[in-house]
Nanobody, 130 residues
């Protein structure tokens, strides 16, 4: 069974940085290749819908960023570790949310919405104080 696990959340002050980690497990057991996957980061603040933050095709493509995080967040990958990262800079109180990582087999495009992903992690909380 494919699983996604996020880590790295925490409490930071406005203006600080934080790096989230997302690791996919179960690929080798299922005979799957991390290169064949798209990975997305989403976030959900209390009372708000879950929104797309960033996405990347592991096999190689320009990453996608949501408008609210462009220029501040960077999505990257480590194929050897089946891991993607979300480096967050210049954090703002409005970035406070539970951050989720998701995986989906790449079908020619990198999904940017919730419906495009079938495997989700449990989320990691990021709180930015003012």
């Amino acid at each position: 069974q494919l699983q996604v696990l996020e880590s790295g959340g925490g409490l930071v002050q406005a203006g600080e940085s934080l790096r989230l980690t997302c690791t996919v497990s179960g690929l080798s057991e299922l005979g799957l290749n991390f290169d064949d996957y798209a990975m997305g980061w989403f976030r959900q603040a209390p009372g708000k819908p879950r929104e797309g933050v960033a996405a990347i095709y592991i096999g190689g493509s320009n990453p996608y960023y949501g408008d609210s995080v462009k220029g501040r967040f960077i999505i990257s990958q480590d194929k050897a570790k089946n891991t993607v990262y979300l480096q967050m800079h210049s954090l703002k109180p409005e970035d406070t949310a539970t951050y989720y990582c998701a995986a989906e087999e790449y079908l020619g495009y990198c999904p940017r919405t919730l419906g495009g992903y079938s495997v989700w992690g449990q989320g990691t909380q990021v709180t930015v104080s003012s």
